[in-house]
């Protein structure tokens, strides 16, 4: 990934922990806020597949895309914020995914 979306979330992570704190209640707080974004994006897909009668087609799967990116932001901020680098988290991660691919 481009150096410049670490960098961003290196920022965030800074810039919430001196206007917040770093204690645990706001630790909780960043990884639920995770929890909020995945819900926009649910309801962004929802919305996309008009499945509320009453609002009909809402949002677009480039709304839905946007959604998600902004819950995957948010999770490396909450990792970075477990005081663990998320780049090598996520690089984990994918080695772990690609490990169980046939």
Known sequence: ???SIWESVRALRGWLDVANGTGDPELTCRILKLTEEA???AGAWIGALGQNPRKG???TRDDVAAELADAAFTALVAIESLGVDAHGALRGCAAKVRSRLP
């Open 1 to 3: 990934m481009d150096e």
């Open 39 to 41: 819900g926009e994006a």
């Open 57 to 59: 087609v809402t949002h």
